[in-house]
């Protein structure tokens, strides 16, 4: 039986169009599915669109269409976005799928069952725009002197009170740490774990999870009048996805070994309420949650009201889908903030795709046409790129073993960069036809053939190319790892095409 991944992203809000932030978590989760289908794992990807609750509604409302429309609307705009940078998820799921409402019932049904649920009246803050629920103690002072301000949005709080159902999470305050110090590796990086643990260590109250001035929701099975709670409703989106309540064998393999990928504004719904749920529920917590920083421009979190959002579709324009998924993956390292930055991305693919990797298949292209009368030699079993090519595929794998696609891509380019080096001391462009010329050109071939396929969970297009243009046949995707990394593999005695730049340069911004 193959090792399964399960990789997920938030589910976004459909009262926003994708910017750059959402594509950051999505494509780190696509590039991680596929570097655990090269390790041969059978492998499930699952992103998709959260459409319930008052922020919703009320954004409908504001553009004068229904919930429903509002999100039929954006939520294409979602699935458009991953199709243009080339993301396939295994499922796309919205909240308003029938099989999810019937999952979320199930659920919440079965938590209720097991006592965790009571009936009580709610007073408290809101913010609409977190979909959360605050203490006055968490609240930042407002300067307008209205209600305090939400400290991730920074906006005025609403005053709620009604009649709720509740969900008992003070009573998993000690399961809850009884599971971390258990597990001490499910949340990453180190000092998200720390804040999970101290978000949980400052005590739990419950928590209320219906509402009952407003319908569009779940609708609570045991008191039909009231919808659950938005968060209650989405986050059980990971377990509709693999069959919870619908089909227990298949949720049976797939639970729990999960990979939550997430940014930190939504870390006490993953680390705290979620497992909280699943403990309630009778059923393991994630096998594993990767919390990473902000995505900042101009040193801000991107938003519409900060007005610094930035679209996939205009940096696609310049970049190409592979110089786009490159830039997020290579220049943010996941875990701590990272500002955006054009100049920035501009020099990283100059630098990179076209001088290094670009400027590798141009190079070998042209000697080889011109020294091997265009067919490959094979590369030497003694080529000193061996070694380099060996830890390049270790430090790699440690890497995304660690959803580290930064270092992984940099462990990678190590590669291109000695292979450059190597032609850039043996010159066989200046040498007469022979065996020299044979080795160097043959181990650079076959450097062009690994990296085609290390590289290929970050770029979906240029290995393909570097692949048919070597005289290779399938895809590079189609290999297995590690036996696809065994040095010496690209057989020689095949055509080499020479053509285009694969990444033409682009002009750095004066
Ligand atoms: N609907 C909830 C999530 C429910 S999951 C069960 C939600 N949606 S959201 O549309 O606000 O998306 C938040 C997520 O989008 C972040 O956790 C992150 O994955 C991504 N990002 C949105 N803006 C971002 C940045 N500026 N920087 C980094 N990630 C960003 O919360």
């Excluded at 922020?55 to 409908?60: M, T, V």
């Excluded at 080529?383 to 430090?395: G, I, K, M």
Aim: include cysteine; hydrophobic fraction near 40%; proline fraction near 8%.
């Amino acid at each position: 039986m193959p090792d399964r991944f399960f990789v997920t992203t938030p589910i976004y809000y459909v009262n926003d169009v994708p910017h750059i932030g959402h594509a950051y978590t999505t494509v780190t989760a696509d590039a991680l599915a596929r570097w655990h289908r090269l390790l041969g794992e059978d492998v499930f990807f699952l992103t998709g669109t959260d459409e319930h609750g008052l922020k919703i509604a009320r954004s409908a409302e504001a553009h004068g269409v229904t919930p429903q429309q509002q999100a039929d609307e954006t939520s294409a705009r979602f699935q458009e976005t991953w199709d243009l940078l080339d993301i396939v998820p295994d499922r796309f799921i919205r909240t308003t799928d029938p099989d999810h409402t019937a999952t979320v019932q199930a659920f919440l049904q079965k938590v209720h069952d097991n006592g965790h649920i009571y009936r009580d009246s709610y007073a408290g803050w809101y913010c609409v725009a977190c979909e959360a629920y605050y203490e006055e103690d968490d609240l930042l002072p407002n300067p307008d002197g209205g209600n305090g301000l939400d400290p991730v949005h920074e906006r005025p709080v609403e005053w709620f009170e009604e009649d709720n159902w509740f969900f008992r999470l003070s009573a998993f305050e000690q399961p809850l740490l009884d599971w971390y110090a258990a597990h001490p590796d499910a949340v990453g990086p180190e000092g998200k774990r720390n804040e999970a643990l101290g978000l949980i260590k400052q005590g739990l109250r419950d928590i209320s999870i219906t509402r009952s001035s407003l319908d569009w929701g779940v609708p609570v099975p045991w008191d039909p009048g009231q919808v659950f709670y938005v968060w209650y409703d989405a986050l059980i989106n990971y377990a509709t996805a693999v069959g919870y309540g619908t089909d227990p064998e298949r949720f049976a393999a797939w639970w729990p070994h999960v990979h939550h990928l997430l940014a930190k504004d939504i870390l006490r719904f993953h680390c705290v309420y979620w497992p909280a749920m699943l403990l309630a529920a009778g059923e393991e917590p994630p096998a594993s949650i990767d919390v990473h920083g902000y995505l900042t421009v101009g040193g801000k979190k991107m938003s519409k009201t900060s007005l610094n959002q930035i679209f996939p579709a205009d940096l696609v324009e310049e970049f190409g889908v592979d110089g786009f998924r490159y830039h997020f993956l290579r220049d943010n390292s996941f875990g701590p903030d990272g500002d955006f930055s054009y100049e920035g991305m501009i020099s990283r693919y100059n630098s990179d795709l076209a001088n290094n990797f670009g400027n590798l298949l141009s190079r070998v292209s042209t000697v080889v046409a011109k020294k091997c009368d265009g067919i490959g030699p094979a590369p030497r079993p003694d080529s000193p790129l061996a070694a380099v090519a060996a830890e390049a595929l270790a430090d790699a794998t440690a890497a995304w073993a660690a959803v580290q696609p930064s270092m992984a891509l940099d462990a990678t380019w190590r590669l291109i960069r000695e292979t450059n080096s190597l032609l850039e001391t043996t010159e066989p462009w200046k040498l007469d036809p022979g065996p020299e010329v044979d080795g160097v050109l043959g181990d650079a071939l076959e450097v062009l053939r690994l990296v085609s396929i290390l590289a290929s969970p970050a770029l979906t297009r240029a290995p393909q190319e570097v692949w048919r243009r070597i005289g290779l046949s399938g895809a590079p995707t189609d290999r297995q790892l590690p036996a696809a990394a065994a040095w010496g593999q690209y057989p020689g005695g095949l055509p080499v095409e020479k053509a285009a730049p694969l990444f033409p340069r682009l002009k750095p911004v004066e």
